[in-house]
Structure formats: C-alpha cells, structure tokens
C-alpha cells in the first residue's frame, strides 16, 4: 500500500505556502490537502523525492513524500498517512520484447475500449465468461482523447495469452473491441 506523508522542516501547518510533489501523490491526496490546507498552491514536481529536496531547503514548502524521503532529507512528519485511499496502491511494470513462458500458474494484463453502445462491456467479457477464463482486475479510465463518454478498460485475466482458453477467450474478445492490446502474460508471483 502507498502511504504518504505531509514533509517539513518543521512540524507544524503554519506558514506553509506550497506543498511539493509528483502529480499523481497531489491527487492521490486531494481531498486531505483541500481540508487542511485549503488555498495552498499545489506545485507538481518530477518526484517525491524532489519535492521532499525542496521542502528540506524551504521554510514555506512542504512535500508529500514517504518515511524515507523525510529520513534522507531531515524532514519532519506534520501529519502521517494523508491519502485519501487507505487502500492506495500504485502498480509498476517492465514492458519489453522477451516474453516469459508459461508456468501453469500466470496472469495477463489487457487494455481494451469498446463502442460506446448499450450492452458493449457485457459483450466484450462474453468471451471470457464462455472461455472460463477469470479476471482478477478491472478497472476504467476515461481515454483522454475523444468524448465524454469512452473509456479504457485495464484488465487482469488468470492463465498465459499462449494457454488454449486464454487463447480463444482473447481471440473473440478482440472481435467486440475497437481498441485491444495484450500487454502479455507473466507468473503470478511477479
């Protein structure tokens, strides 16, 4: 789980003027920051790190960053665990050319966009359903390009791409997507 602090020289809410970090930590604590900190500037910066570096060189800034960050820059606590998720989480992954076989015990990962019509979503799992093929992750995001209303699909299906059910549940699942990406397959452990 990510866990994110408030980082200061020192350790109080006073005189704070902007509090630093990557733009996605700023998010993650939006509604922490609006209730305590309300009309402090929001300043994005490359990294935690980074802002946790700045704030370590500012009376007036503050950082979001972890216990490590405030231990390397001698930074003080003002309010632990400040996300707005308890069960926060960021994934990270290593996309390249070598594709691992399978194991008997792997997962594959899948961006996919349907039209926007009615029933487009229950249609496109059909083919797992049908497949006995299980998702363990779905989630939404709005595409960033387009309209209102499309959105990409962030998929985690049991099995390898190369495993005969995964295989043919991929293969008419592509038939209802107007947009389908396989970002492969990887043990389960991993």
């Avoid at 992954?93 to 961006?111: A, C, E, F, Q």
């Avoid at 006995?132 to 499309?150: I, L």
Wanted: aromatic letters at 8%; one cysteine or more.
């Amino acid at each position: 789980d990510v866990r994110h602090n408030l980082l200061r020289k020192k350790g109080s809410l006073e005189g704070i003027h902007a509090v630093c970090a990557h733009p996605q930590a700023l998010a993650q604590c939006h509604a922490w920051l609006a209730e305590h900190l309300p009309g402090v500037e929001q300043r994005a910066v490359s990294s935690n790190a980074e802002g946790a570096r700045m704030a370590a060189h500012s009376d007036t800034l503050a950082a979001i960053a972890g216990d490590a960050a405030a231990a390397q820059y001698a930074l003080q606590v003002v309010h632990g665990n400040i996300q707005d998720d308890p069960n926060n989480r960021t994934r990270f992954g290593v996309l390249g050319h070598w594709r691992p076989g399978p194991t008997g015990k792997d997962r594959s990962s899948l961006i996919l966009s349907v039209p926007n019509k009615a029933g487009a979503v229950f249609e496109m799992l059909q083919p797992l359903a049908r497949n006995g093929v299980s998702m363990s992750r779905f989630e939404s995001r709005p595409a960033r390009s387009g309209g209102n209303w499309e959105y990409y699909f962030y998929i985690d299906i049991e099995g390898h791409q190369t495993d005969a059910k995964v295989a043919q549940a991929l293969a008419e699942l592509r038939d209802h997507c107007a947009f389908y990406k396989c970002l492969g397959s990887y043990p389960q452990a991993a």
